[in-house]
């Protein structure tokens, strides 16, 4: 009986013990409940191929996608006290502070970068949705500011990513603070002749969207994104009507009036750069076309003796022939 325990058992076992699979590897679409593969996915740019819809995309990555060729220079924000109100719900404000950074690697929810759009030198601010719903606190308010600030000192087009559920509670009136601060830094963009474009992305409500999110010069919303302040049950509980299908979203906006146009991911960055280039008066470069030939590799009758020779040699053949 020893050798069924000891072999034949742990043989049944392993055959019937269920495969384990990394969670990350399939992503469900949220409209049609397709399974996607996550490297599909991430290169159509987080994009479900068949239905079109926009996921939420790391703001590492929405850097990378948007500056050329990925590459950006990470502007520093000032620091800010983590947790002035010492406030505590269900736990401590400065414990979720730690889970987050420790869950995303950043100090808090704005990342803010400079780099080249088509040639274009431009600034850009991307709200992370993943930290703490991408939610308004004083980190955020200085992240906006800095880069605003930034962008009139080296008189370049702002462009702001917002993806969030509004200004962050544990802080109080001091998260609130941030939405006329960082109206004072639309009005400094706006002095200068500077263009501020906002992209509205999925999705972003309250007190963001109550500030600086609905200031631009021009409003751009991704496919799908849900934009407003309140949410749609407590608008519904409070006028006591039945809202409409397709309340918030972006499609909605833009027939309302409320954006300016929604743009894929996909044509997001050539969109930006030929508006900031229509608004500064400056030129940009084309995107590179895929196959195009280099016109500085092409031979030409300057070259060398070396490079043409072989050239003459053969119409040389082909007169004789």
């Not at 500064?280 to 031979?299: L, W, Y």
Request: charged share 25%.
């Amino acid at each position: 009986m020893n050798w069924i325990n000891s072999l034949v058992r742990p043989k049944i076992r392993d055959l019937l013990k269920k495969r384990e699979v990394p969670e990350n590897l399939w992503i469900k679409c949220p409209e049609t409940g397709e399974m996607v593969f996550h490297r599909d996915l991430e290169a159509n740019l987080w994009v479900v191929p068949s239905s079109g819809h926009h996921m939420r995309i790391p703001a590492k990555k929405r850097l990378e996608i948007f500056f050329d060729g990925g590459d950006y220079r990470k502007l520093e924000t000032p620091d800010v006290q983590a947790d002035p109100l010492k406030f505590r719900d269900t736990k401590r404000y400065s414990d979720r502070l730690k889970e987050n950074r420790a869950k995303t690697g950043e100090m808090d929810a704005v990342h803010v970068a400079q780099g080249q759009v088509n040639g274009m030198d431009m600034t850009a601010a991307v709200q992370d949705f993943a930290f703490m719903g991408g939610s308004l606190g004083m980190a955020a308010g200085e992240a906006i500011l800095t880069g605003m600030e930034k962008a009139v000192a080296d008189k370049t087009p702002f462009v702001l990513f917002a993806a969030s559920g509004g200004a962050r509670m544990q802080e109080g009136i001091l998260s609130l603070m941030q939405m006329p601060r960082t109206t004072v830094g639309v009005q400094m963009l706006r002095e200068e002749n500077l263009p501020y474009i906002v992209v509205l992305t999925n999705p972003t409500t309250g007190g963001v969207s109550a500030s600086y999110a609905m200031l631009g010069d021009v409003h751009i919303a991704e496919p799908g994104a849900q934009i407003g302040f309140a949410g749609r049950r407590v608008i519904e509980q409070t006028i006591r009507e039945k809202l409409p299908d397709g309340f918030q979203s972006a499609e909605y906006l833009l027939e309302h009036g409320m954006v300016d146009m929604v743009v894929t991911r996909h044509d997001l960055k050539e969109t930006i750069a030929r508006i900031c280039g229509l608004l500064m008066k400056r030129e940009i470069q084309p995107p590179p076309v895929a196959g195009a030939e280099d016109p500085s590799e092409t031979p030409t009758d300057s070259d060398s003796g070396e490079q043409a020779e072989p050239a003459a040699e053969a119409q040389e053949a082909a007169v004789k022939a």
